[in-house]
C-alpha cells in the first residue's frame, strides 16, 4: 500500500471518528481548506478589507457575510472550482484586482470529493424529474463505490428510500414533487431540490450561496438544522453565504426556537459573537455609481425600445453574420459547378460524329450528280476539310454560350435561391425561433403584454422587415461571386474567354420583356412619342399586355418568371416562409419551459427547409409555363 493509500485510509478513519463524536479536537486540527485573498487594487476589487482569510475544519461551518456585491460569490466560485485554478486566479487578479494568495487543500482529500455549490441561482436538470436529479447526484457522487453502481437494480428500493429521505429534508413530499419536472417547481421548491442533490453528494466541503432564498420560515428551519447535523454527524465543513442571521445561527449550532408567527427567540451566542475563525465580513467597496456626482449627469442608454432600433440590429445580425456563410457556400457550389460543367463540355467532340454523316449522306448525291460510282477521294478530303473548318468555327462560341447560359440559368433562377433560403432557415429561422421561445420560456412575452404591447409586434415584425431586406440582398451577392467564378474556370478548360463569358450572362439574366408597353417604349426610344400624341404614347407605354398574347395570366408569367424578378420573388418568398414557421413553432406553446426551447428550434429550422424545398419545386412549375 503507498503512502497516499495510508493517508487516505486515515482520513477515512478521521470521519469515521468523527460521525461517532469522538476526538472532535484532533480530527479537526487538520484544515480541509486553507484560504487567503488579497487586496490588491482598491479601483476595481469589490471588497475594501486589506486581505479575506479563512481556514475551514472537519464540521466547520464558515459564515461568508457582506452586502451584495462585496465579491462573496467571486470568491465562492474559486474555491468551488468554476473558475479554473491558474486561468480563475490570473482572470481575478486583471479584472477584480483579487489576488488568490493561497487556496490549499487537504492533499489527502481526491480532487472530486473536495467540494460541491449551491448556485444562487436555482440550477436543475431539465430532462429528468426531481427524483431523477437526486439520483444522478447519488450515482456520481465520488464515496459511492463502482460495485454499487453496476448492481443499481439490486439497490433500487435502498435509492430510492435514499431519494425519499434526501427529499423530505428539504421539505420535498416523495409522492407529490419527486415525479415532477423542474419546469413544475415554485422557486422555493426548485431551490429545495438544488439543495437535496448537494446533500446527496457528501462532498467534504460544501458551498451554500443564499440556500435559504425562496423558502419559508419553517421550512429553512427545517433545512438549517439538517445541514447542522450533516455538519457534526458526518464531518462537512460548510461555506456559507447568506443574509439571513437567525437562520444561520441554527446552521452553526445555535438553538433558536421557531414560533408560529415566524419570529425567533435564539438561546446561543449569535453569529457575531463566534469569533473570526466562524464570521468573515466582506465590507463592500463603494462603486463609481454611488458616488457623489462631480460631473455631468449620463442618462443610461435607451436603444432597443423602438422598433426601428430593433430593425436596425436584427439587419446587421442577419446580413453580416450571414454573409461569410453564404460567400463561402457559393463560392464552393461556383467553383464545383464551374468545374464540372467545363470538364464535360472539354470532352465534348461532335467532329467525327458529323464527318461520319457528311459522308454517309453526302456521298450518294455527289454520285447522283457526277455519275461516277467511285467519288473522288479529292472531293472527300475537301468535303472533310471544310466540314471541320465550319465546325472549328461554330463549336467553341456554341460551347462558350451555352456555358455561361447555364451557369446563368442553373443560378439565377434555380438554386441561388434556394441555397440561400436553407442555409437562412437555420442561421436566421433558428436564431429567431429560439429567441422567441426563450422568451415565451421566461414569461417575456407575457411581460409584454401586462404592458400593452404587442409581442408579434415587438420581435415578428422588425425581424421580418429585416429578413425581407437582408435575403435578397444575400441571395444576389452569393449568386453574383457564383457567376463571376465561372468567368476564370471556363477559360483554364478551353471554354471562351472571360469577357465573353460576362456577356453572355448578362444577356441571359437581363433579357427585354416581352411586353407591348416595353416595345412600345423601345421602338418610341424612349421618350421620343414617335408622331404620337401624349396620351396616346403614355397609354402604350404602361400596355402590360404580352406581345404573343392578350391573356392577363401569359403577363403575369412573362413577369414573373424574367430573370431579374423570377430571383428577387424566390428571395422573398422563401425568407417570408422561414420567418412565418419560425413565428408560429415558437408561439405555439403559451406555456413552454426552457427544455422545449432546442426542439421549437429543431421543429423550425426542417419544417421551414422542408417548406422552401417544396415552394422551389413550385416555382420551377411556374417556370416550366413561360412561352
Known amino acids: 500500500m503507498t503512502e497516499k493509500d495510508d493517508q487516505y485510509s486515515s482520513l477515512t478513519e478521521v470521519e469515521r471518528l468523527v460521525e461517532n463524536g469522538v476526538a472532535r479536537t484532533d480530527v479537526t486540527s487538520r484544515p480541509i481548506l486553507e484560504f487567503r485573498a488579497r487586496n490588491v487594487n482598491a479601483n476595481t476589487c469589490p471588497f475594501t478589507n486589506e486581505t479575506v482569510s479563512f481556514t475551514l475544519h472537519p464540521s466547520s461551518c464558515l459564515h461568508l457575510s457582506g452586502q451584495s456585491g462585496a465579491g462573496k460569490t467571486t470568491i465562492s466560485n474559486y474555491i468551488a472550482g468554476i473558475l479554473p485554478p491558474q486561468r480563475g486566479k490570473t482572470m481575478l487578479r486583471n479584472t477584480l484586482g483579487i489576488d488568490i494568495e493561497l487556496c490549499q ?3 489527502r482529500i481526491p480532487e472530486r470529493e473536495r467540494v460541491g455549490m449551491l448556485f444562487q441561482q436555482t440550477t436543475l436538470l431539465d430532462s429528468l424529474t426531481v427524483a431523477g436529479n437526486v439520483c444522478v447526484a447519488m450515482e456520481n457522487c465520488p464515496t459511492t463505490s ?15 428510500a435514499t431519494i425519499k429521505r434526501l427529499l423530505e429534508t428539504v421539505g420535498l413530499d416523495y409522492n407529490r414533487d419527486g415525479h415532477k419536472r423542474p419546469s413544475q417547481l415554485s422557486g422555493g421548491m426548485a431551490r429545495r431540490a438544488s439543495l437535496a ?16 432564498a425562496g423558502l419559508d420560515f419553517a421550512t429553512a428551519v427545517g433545512v438549517a438544522k439538517e445541514l447542522e447535523r450533516i455538519r457534526r454527524e458526518r464531518g462537512t465543513a460548510l461555506l456559507l453565504i447568506s443574509h439571513e442571521p437567525e437562520i444561520v445561527d441554527i446552521v452553526m449550532g445555535n438553538a433558536v426556537d421557531a414560533k408560529k408567527d415566524g419570529n425567533t427567540t435564539a438561546t446561543g451566542k449569535s453569529s457575531s459573537a463566534l469569533g473570526s475563525d466562524s464570521v468573515v465580513t466582506l465590507q463592500r467597496r463603494q462603486t463609481d455609481d454611488e458616488k457623489p456626482a462631480s460631473h455631468k449627469l449620463q442618462h443610461p442608454s435607451l436603444f432597443g425600445k423602438d422598433a426601428s432600433h430593433r430593425f436596425v440590429t436584427k439587419l446587421l445580425d442577419y446580413f453580416l453574420y450571414s454573409l461569410p456563410l453564404i460567400l463561402l457556400t457559393f463560392l464552393a457550389a461556383g467553383l464545383a459547378i464551374a468545374m464540372l460543367s467545363s470538364d464535360i463540355l472539354r470532352r465534348v467532340d461532335v467532329t467525327d460524329t458529323v464527318l461520319t454523316v457528311v459522308q454517309r449522306e453526302v456521298k450518294p448525291l455527289i454520285q447522283m450528280f457526277t455519275g461516277d460510282e467511285d467519288v473522288s477521294p479529292m472531293y472527300t478530303m ?124 448578362w444577356d441571359a439574366i437581363f433579357v427585354p420583356l416581352r411586353l407591348r408597353g416595353v416595345t412600345s417604349w423601345s421602338e418610341n426610344e424612349g ?50 416562409i422561414i420567418m412565418a414557421v419560425s413565428e408560429i413553432s415558437a408561439r405555439r406553446k403559451t406555456e413552454l419551459t426552457p427544455r422545449g426551447v432546442p426542439k421549437v428550434i429543431t421543429t423550425s429550422v426542417v419544417a421551414g427547409s422542408l417548406i422552401v424545398i417544396f415552394a422551389d419545386w413550385a416555382f420551377s412549375q411556374l417556370l416550366l409555363m413561360r412561352h
Open 105 to 107: 487543500w487537504d492533499d
Open 146 to 160: 463502482k460495485d454499487d453502481v453496476n448492481n443499481g437494480a439490486k439497490n433500487l428500493q435502498q435509492t430510492r
Open 197 to 212: 442533490l448537494q446533500l446527496a453528494q457528501h462532498k467534504h466541503v460544501i458551498v451554500l450561496d443564499e440556500p435559504f
Open 382 to 505: 475537301m468535303i472533310n476539310m471544310k466540314v471541320k473548318g465550319m465546325l472549328n468555327t461554330t463549336i467553341p462560341p456554341a460551347k462558350a454560350k451555352l456555358y455561361a447560359m447555364g451557369m446563368a440559368k442553373l443560378f439565377v433562377l434555380e438554386i441561388g435561391p434556394l441555397i440561400t433560403a436553407l442555409l437562412l432557415s437555420g442561421r436566421v429561422g433558428g436564431s429567431y425561433a429560439g429567441e422567441v421561445a426563450t422568451m415565451q420560456s421566461t414569461a417575456q412575452n407575457k411581460l409584454l403584454l401586462t404592458l400593452g404591447v404587442s409581442p408579434v409586434a415587438w420581435t415578428f415584425v422588425p425581424s421580418l422587415f429585416a429578413s425581407l431586406i437582408a435575403s435578397p440582398l444575400l441571395t444576389m451577392a452569393g449568386t453574383a461571386l457564383a457567376l463571376e467564378i465561372g468567368s476564370y474556370v471556363a477559360p483554364k478548360y478551353g471554354i471562351g474567354d472571360a469577357q465573353g463569358y460576362r456577356r453572355e450572362v
Open 527 to 576: 421618350w421620343e412619342h414617335g408622331g404620337k400624341s401624349l396620351l396616346e404614347y403614355v397609354y402604350s407605354s404602361l400596355d402590360l399586355r404580352c406581345t404573343f398574347s392578350d391573356a392577363f395570366a401569359d403577363a403575369v408569367i412573362e413577369i414573373a418568371t424574367h430573370p431579374v424578378f423570377f430571383h428577387l420573388i424566390k428571395s422573398l418568398t422563401f425568407i417570408t
